[in-house]
């Protein structure tokens, strides 16, 4: 049987030292300066993929040059885990985890749901999470205990809802469709859970992590994820104080999907495992 987390189990790793924090958010400042001129701006779009579209920007390759410089002038023994340009010092216990737009088709569209994620990890244990969003000016920051959120230069703490019945929650996923982010078996598990909920809303990448931890959204469902994709969640949502799981109940990363369940509350959280699951006995 499967156990959530509670809220002590949560708080796992060292706390960072004292400069981390600010040195996090200067990694966010700089990739701010770079990618917000570029966005409703003409950005020039790749393709990384050979068959199928999977954009990147000038935008997401410049931010994480300017971020891997700051990181290399000030932390040289610290490894980098990067979207744009892979994993530096493998071998080094503290490490960033950068992804500088993610939700580049977002970024493409002009939609701003869109956003810079930056972790710093001990061990591969996430301590410190930034979640920014450039365009609204809005920042989220936690590291496991305490979440705080800052828009247009104004602080306050950001807490999630708290919503403990699944037929209440607002439940949210990038894309429902079986062939761009989950398998077809995983797109029933998603349709039973999105189903149960109160409502459902599509396309928010990162950004509806961060209203999960605002306690404005309920429940995030995804699978197709790596580890630039979610590290930086984590400490947000358990600061915020919400869990964060695979489908399984694991810890993120426990399994080679990517598979990332955050809720708003351990109940939901629990509940929605178990609906999980009974989707999956079934076949």
Not at 20 to 41: M, N
Not at 98 to 118: K, N, Q, S, Y
Not at 127 to 139: H, S, Y
Request: some cysteine.
């Amino acid at each position: 049987m499967t156990v959530t987390p509670d809220r002590k189990d949560r708080q796992r790793g060292p706390t960072p030292d004292p400069h981390i924090k600010p040195f996090a958010e200067r990694l966010a400042d700089a990739a701010r300066a770079e990618t917000l001129p570029r966005f409703r701006a003409g950005a020039q779009i790749y393709n990384k993929a050979g068959m199928w579209f999977d954009p990147v920007t000038d935008a997401d390759r410049e931010a994480e040059r300017a971020q891997r410089r700051l990181i290399e002038a000030m932390y040289p023994d610290h490894g980098i885990l990067g979207e744009e340009f892979g994993e530096t010092r493998p071998e080094a216990s503290a490490r960033w985890v950068l992804d500088p737009v993610d939700g580049t088709r977002a970024f493409v569209c002009g939609a701003a749901t869109w956003a810079t994620l930056i972790a710093h990890e001990i061990n591969q244990s996430p301590v410190l999470g930034v979640i920014d969003q450039p365009f609204t000016d809005e920042r989220w920051i936690g590291d496991g205990a305490a979440c705080v959120y800052r828009r247009a230069g104004v602080e306050a703490p950001s807490r999630v809802s708290g919503c403990a019945e699944l037929g209440k929650a607002r439940i949210t996923t990038t894309d429902p469709r079986s062939t761009a982010y989950f398998t077809r078996a995983e797109a029933l598990a998603f349709e039973a859970v999105a189903d149960a909920a109160r409502l459902a809303r599509f396309g928010f990448d990162a950004y509806g992590y961060a209203l999960l931890a605002l306690g404005e959204m309920d429940l995030v469902m995804e699978a197709g994820l790596q580890r630039h994709d979610y590290a930086a969640l984590v400490p947000v949502i358990e600061g915020a104080g919400g869990v964060v799981t695979n489908w399984r109940g694991e810890r993120p990363g426990a399994d080679d999907r990517g598979e990332i369940l955050a809720a708003g509350s351990a109940p939901l959280h629990a509940e929605a495992l178990a609906l999980i699951a009974d989707v999956r006995r079934r076949g």
